[in-house]
Every structure is written in structure tokens, then in C-alpha cells.
């Protein structure tokens, strides 16, 4: 069985670019969470995506946003990136929100 | 919100000795996993513990959920136990984990 799969692995954007993310979660999964790590931060929830509606949001502006479609892949967008954008994005699927999480290899974004 | 503490935040051992790792959390959780953050930084499921005692293979934890803590055994470790091992607890509605700051262990050969 496929694991959650994340585009790109790595990604170079200049400031005030913007980007979409993408994850495509377990077969039969439908939450899709995003994560954000930073030295500095941790790790640091995003949003949760379950049956293509947002159900849990974390404390990010609004510059950062997802949307999940019905095949339940997810992706997320960072608009008029900054250079503090630049992380690990993590996500994770999960079949519902209480129900063992697995995350793909992540996305490490760096901003220029 | 809940927060997460883990101890201690660095460990560093002879390969073959035992070591626990501590996770204390500030409130009721319905989930709860250990990960091991590997070097390219994927996040390795270890146990999905909300409570109670689990084990595989050297690997055990133990989560006692009415006095918020979770702990981590690793016996006898080698050298590739050797990453930062987080706890990640979550709340009562959806998949919103909290991360603890995590235990950077060392195995040194």
C-alpha cells in the first residue's frame, strides 16, 4: 500500500513568490493535515483537511491556505512568501482525526 | 491550547544501553503517536498510544492518559536509533497534532 506522497521534495522561490504544495494522502484516507518545521518553531500544525472541508486551523496568517479535493489529495498555498516561509512542510493522513497519522517525506521549501 | 514537554531534550549513549524518554502533556488527548524524525526529515511512525502499554521489538511505550504522560524504552540501542524522537499528541476533535520540542538522541558506537 502507497504511502503519503508530497510534491515537490524541494523547492528554491524568491520573495514574494508564491507556491502550491502538494500531498497525496493513503488510500482511503480522509484527513489531510499540513505541518510546518522550522529550527526556531518546531513543529507547528497548519490546517486539517476531512471530506474536502477545513476542519481545524492553526495560527498561520492568512497568507497560508489549502483546499482538499474529492480523491482527498490536498494542497496548500503560500502567497507573497517571505524568507521566515522557509521550512520542512510535513502532511499527514490519517482515515479520521483521532486515528493513526502518517506523514510523507515532506516538502523543504527555501525562499531567496 | 495543550501543550507538550518531553525530556530530556538531548540524550547521548553507548551503543547497547537503555534509555526512557518522558512526554508530558497539560490535557486530555483522544490521540497520541511517537515518530522518529529520520535525517532527510520524514517523521517514522513508532506507536499510536493514546493509552496504555505497547512494544515492538527493543521499542516499548506506556501512556498513562489520567496522569498525562507517555513514555519511550528503547533497549539495548544502536547507533541507527540515533535522531530526534517526537511526541505528538492531539485533541478531542480532528488531526491538529501538538509536537513536543522533541529528545535529540545520540548512539555513539
Known amino acids: 500500500k502507497a504511502g503519503v506522497t508530497q510534491t515537490p521534495r524541494y523547492l528554491i522561490k524568491t520573495r514574494g513568490q508564491q507556491v502550491t504544495l502538494s500531498c497525496s494522502p493513503i488510500?482511503?484516507?480522509?484527513?489531510v493535515s499540513w505541518y510546518q518545521q522550522t529550527p526556531g518553531q518546531g513543529l507547528q500544525f497548519l490546517f486539517e483537511?476531512?471530506?474536502?472541508?477545513?476542519?481545524n486551523k492553526g495560527n498561520f496568517p492568512g497568507r497560508f491556505s489549502g483546499r482538499q479535493f474529492s480523491n482527498s489529495r490536498s494542497e496548500m498555498n503560500v502567497s507573497t512568501l517571505e524568507l521566515g516561509d522557509s521550512a520542512l512542510y510535513l502532511c499527514?493522513?490519517?482515515?479520521?482525526?483521532?486515528?493513526?497519522?502518517?506523514f510523507g517525506q515532506g516538502t523543504r521549501l527555501t525562499v531567496v | 491550547g495543550i501543550q507538550v514537554e518531553q525530556s530530556p531534550p538531548d540524550l547521548i549513549l553507548q551503543e547497547g544501553a537503555n534509555s526512557t524518554l518522558r512526554c508530558n502533556f497539560s490535557?486530555?488527548?483522544?490521540?497520541l503517536q511517537w515518530f522518529h524524525q529520520n535525517p532527510w526529515g520524514q517523521l517514522i511512525n513508532l506507536f499510536y498510544?493514546?493509552?496504555g502499554t505497547k512494544q515492538n521489538g527493543r521499542l516499548s511505550a506506556t501512556t498513562v492518559a489520567t496522569e498525562r504522560y507517555s513514555l519511550l524504552y528503547i533497549s539495548s540501542s544502536q547507533t541507527t536509533d540515533s535522531g530526534v524522537y517526537f511526541c505528538?499528541?492531539?485533541?478531542?476533535?480532528?488531526?491538529?497534532?501538538?509536537f513536543g520540542p522533541g529528545t535529540r538522541l545520540s548512539v555513539l558506537p
Open positions: 490535557d486530555s488527548v483522544n490521540n
Open positions: 505528538a499528541v492531539g485533541g478531542n476533535y480532528g488531526q491538529n497534532f501538538v
Open positions: 499527514a493522513s490519517s482515515y479520521w482525526g483521532g486515528a493513526e497519522a502518517f
Open positions: 483537511y476531512f471530506s474536502e472541508t477545513q476542519r
Open positions: 498510544i493514546p493509552s
Open positions: 488510500s482511503g484516507h480522509r484527513s
